[in-house]
């Protein structure tokens, strides 16, 4: 990845076999879309920092950023912004404080099964299959229509 692309970080808060969701207040073009908490990595910051200062920015906890889940997803591109973004989803551990809405309409636990049924954000939809194998402690995503035994 070069230098001039922006990375933004999600965090992928897992407890007890669910996920936490985060509904987007802001901007109004994306209010009450869902997404992974998580924001810009700022110059210089390295990723699973920048994480760690946006859990606390934005839910008021303090995580411990793990892994990464799936690759890169870039960000279409939009208006006003000048060099291409990727997403990053980052496992995060809780380590102090329950998670509350300080930027978000509001927060949801999500177990694998739930996944589905919120309005994502473009750049998240791609983590789901990923998120739904680590809460289900499957490795790869179930193939729906498996082939017939033999």
Not at 23 to 42: I, M, N, S, T, Y
Not at 76 to 92: F, I, S
Request: proline share 11%.
């Amino acid at each position: 990845m070069d230098r001039d692309t922006l990375i933004v970080v999600g965090a992928a808060i897992i407890r007890d076999g669910r996920v936490l969701a985060a509904q987007r207040a802001e901007p109004a073009a994306l209010r009450g879309r869902w997404e992974f908490p998580g924001g810009k990595v700022d110059p210089g910051e390295d990723p699973a920092d920048a994480l760690v200062r946006e859990c606390r920015e934005e839910l008021g906890v303090t995580v411990r950023a793990g892994e990464a889940v799936g690759g890169d997803v870039p960000f279409p591109p939009t208006p006003g912004r000048t060099r291409p973004a990727v997403l990053r989803l980052l496992r995060a551990d809780l380590v102090d404080g329950e998670p509350r809405a300080l930027e978000h309409l509001s927060l949801r636990w999500l177990l694998a099964a739930d996944l589905g049924a919120l309005a994502w954000l473009p750049a998240d939809v791609p983590f789901l299959a990923p998120i739904g194998a680590l809460l289900t402690g499957r490795d790869e995503p179930r193939d729906e229509h498996p082939a017939p035994a033999r």
